[in-house]
Structure formats: C-alpha cells, structure tokens
C-alpha cells in the first residue's frame, strides 16, 4: 500500500478494521508504523508498543509502556535514551512530574507540542494518578509557558473534569484576559452546568476579544437556535 493510500485510510477514511487487516503481516516499516497508529488510536497499547519496540523507535515504546502504567520500566528505558531530541528531554521531565520531583523543567516549546497530548493520553487510557500528578505541577509548567493552564483545561474540557478545568480556567483569565479560547472553554462549562446565560456571556467575550473568533460565534448561534 502506498504512502497517499495509508494516509487516506487512516486519516480521511479511519478505517482502522481495514488497516488491521490488511497490514497485519506486513514486514514493510512505513506500514508496520501505521498499523501502530491504528492500535494507538484503539487504546490497544501492548500491540502498538511491541511494532514501535521491533521498528527501533524506543521513545514511542516507552509511551506505551507508560499508557500500561508500567512506569519503572518506562523509566528505565527513557533514561537509557541518548538525551539529544525534544522527545526525549520532555519524557524524562515528565516522570519527573509524575513523580511529583521536579528537577528538569520543560521547554517552552516542548510544553506546547507534548503536555496536551501526553495528558489526554493518559486519561483515556485510565492512569488517572499519574495524570493527577502532572496536574498538580500546572504552576511549574506555566513558569516556562503561560498557556499551561489553558491546555490543562482544554484536555480536562475534553474528557468531562469541567468542575477542575473551570480551576485553570480561571488562572489562565489572569494571565491572559484578552485569549479568546479560554472564555470559550468557559462557555463551555458553563453549558455542563445548564448556565446558559454565563456561557453566552463567556462567548461574547470570547468574539469581542478574538475578533469574531468563529468557534464561538458557531456555538453561540446553536445555543440561540435550541
């Protein structure tokens, strides 16, 4: 299968099942990743893990094993990894948070491109402690980057702690009044709360502030219209 076809499958169509099938005796590595993706996006973390450990790609391993809550052995294998890629450098910051000892902040940018992620990962995939854990290091992270507490909230927004997120929310307001985001995401949990007027509130801040920001203004018009 060619590469305009696996992305089409995975992307466009997910059509996972397919996938599975279709790739499950393959030998080729560009497919044998995808499949991974595939197992990844099933929450199926022991397949996934064992094609990332056979193709060498040990920091995607590691994930997995973290995603298993098998932390020591995630551990062990990240810190054995030559500490030379972004990747690498926030995992082992991030078991430092899981672990509530912090020696090693991240980087700005590898708080925008891993914290989101990595903590919605571990949510879904029920390692609610050590996604506790990383929470509670919010005020560490918004040290390097301010908006650590709106991409905190908006993975809490996502997987329904809106009563937490309205927490950060609320810190992310004091950093930044004028992000048209965060209001949404108030708006949002205004909503889970049947607080119909405070969240028409939040999301006419929200396009006053982001200049018609459109989410808003689309959420807003299906409130007026229910």
Not at 104 to 109: E, R
């Amino acid at each position: 299968m060619n590469k305009k076809d696996l992305l089409t499958e995975f992307f466009q169509k997910q059509n996972y099942d397919f996938l599975k099938s279709a790739l499950a005796s393959s030998k080729d590595p560009l497919e044998r990743y995808c499949l991974a993706r595939v197992y990844m996006k099933e929450n199926d973390y022991k397949n996934a893990g064992e094609i990332y450990r056979s193709l060498g790609k040990l920091y995607e391993y590691g994930r997995c094993l973290l995603f298993q809550g098998k932390l020591e052995k995630t551990r062990a294998l990240w810190t054995s990894l030559a500490p030379d890629t972004p990747a690498v450098l926030w995992g082992c910051s991030l078991l430092e948070f899981i672990d509530m000892y912090v020696v090693h902040l991240p980087t700005f940018f590898q708080i925008r491109s891993f914290l989101e992620m990595d903590l919605d990962a571990l949510l879904t995939a029920g390692q609610i402690k050590f996604a506790e854990n990383i929470i509670n290091g919010a005020d560490l992270f918004a040290k390097t980057n301010t908006e650590s507490y709106k991409f905190i909230a908006r993975v809490l927004v996502n997987n329904n702690y809106h009563k937490l997120a309205e927490v950060f929310l609320e810190k992310a307001k004091d950093i930044c009044y004028v992000d048209p985001e965060v209001h949404f995401l108030c708006a949002k949990c205004n909503l889970f709360k049947n607080d119909r007027k405070a969240a028409v509130k939040s999301l006419k801040t929200a396009i006053d502030k982001g200049y018609g920001y459109y989410p808003a203004k689309k959420l807003l018009n299906e409130i007026n219209l229910a």
